[in-house]
Nanobody
Framework: QIQLMESGGGSVQPGGSLRLSCTPS????????MAWFRQAPGKEREAVAS????????????NIPPSNKGRFFIVKDVAKNSMSLEMNRLIPEDSAVYYC?????????????????WGQGIQVTVSS
């Protein structure tokens, strides 16, 4: 059984930034298609960003929904065996529990059903 260990998150004021990280308990981040999803109270789980497997470069392809483009960035750090989500210019509507997800090919799908492994979730609160 593969576990995804999430870190980061917390509370921030509107306009601030946060960084979430995720590390698999088995193998490396480049063995998985990975993504972040979030779920706010009373709402469905939605995709935040995804990142592919790419063993030939340090910049695997990503897929970020239009609503998050320019604010959210997703990267893999193979040396640290970590996948991170950098969130900037946060707004209260970004408040949610954020989940790290991992799965197999094909990558960069924004459908939660495409991912097999899930983290426990980490709270992000944007409030003044």
């Amino acid at each position: 059984q593969i576990q995804l260990m999430e870190s980061g998150g917390g509370s921030v004021q509107p306009g601030g930034s946060l960084r979430l990280s995720c590390t698999p308990s088995k193998y490396t981040v480049n063995n998985y298609c990975m993504a972040w999803f979030r779920q706010a109270p009373g709402k469905e789980r939605e995709a935040v960003a995804s990142i592919a497997i790419d063993t030939t470069s340090n910049s695997p392809p990503t897929n970020i929904p239009p609503s998050n483009k320019g604010r959210f960035f997703i990267v893999k750090d193979v040396a640290k065996n970590s996948m991170s989500l950098e969130m900037n210019r946060l707004i209260p509507e970004d408040s949610a529990v954020y989940y790290c997800a991992a799965g197999v090919l094909p990558c960069n799908r924004l459908d939660s059903r495409a991912y097999t492994y899930w983290g426990q979730g980490i709270q992000v609160t944007v409030s003044s």
